[in-house]
């Protein structure tokens, strides 16, 4: 089952379980549409393979299966524009 992490690894922007613009790879590395798009060229930086939309699961079943609140972040420094990414915020997401 995927975790849903709550925000971008890159830019750590809020991505909500039913955010339309998540994308994630086959280890759910997950990331903002416009990280991927502008910063990965669609390859993901931790293991080389292509990103998927990230399937958005149904309210009733997030109510059983909620979506991770935990922040994963890992800058991608390397990749990132060198002030483009914030510190990791270790707060709770914005809609919770
Ligand atoms: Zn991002
Ligand atoms: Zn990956």
């Known amino acids: 089952m995927l975790e849903l992490r709550p925000n971008c690894e890159c830019c750590d922007r809020d991505l ?3 955010s339309p613009d998540a994308r994630i790879c086959t280890f759910e590395s997950t990331f903002c549409i416009e990280c991927v798009e502008t910063r990965f060229s669609g390859v993901c930086p931790d293991c ?3 990103f998927s939309a990230r399937p958005i699961r149904p309210a ?3 109510r ?3 979506a991770s609140l935990r922040r994963v972040y890992k800058g991608h420094r390397a ?4 002030t483009a990414a914030p510190d990791a915020r270790q707060s709770p997401p914005s809609w919770v």
């Open 16 to 18: 909500p379980p039913d």
């Open 48 to 50: 080389g393979g292509d």
């Open 60 to 62: 009733g079943s997030l």
């Open 64 to 66: 059983r299966f909620p």
């Open 79 to 82: 990749y990132a524009a060198p």
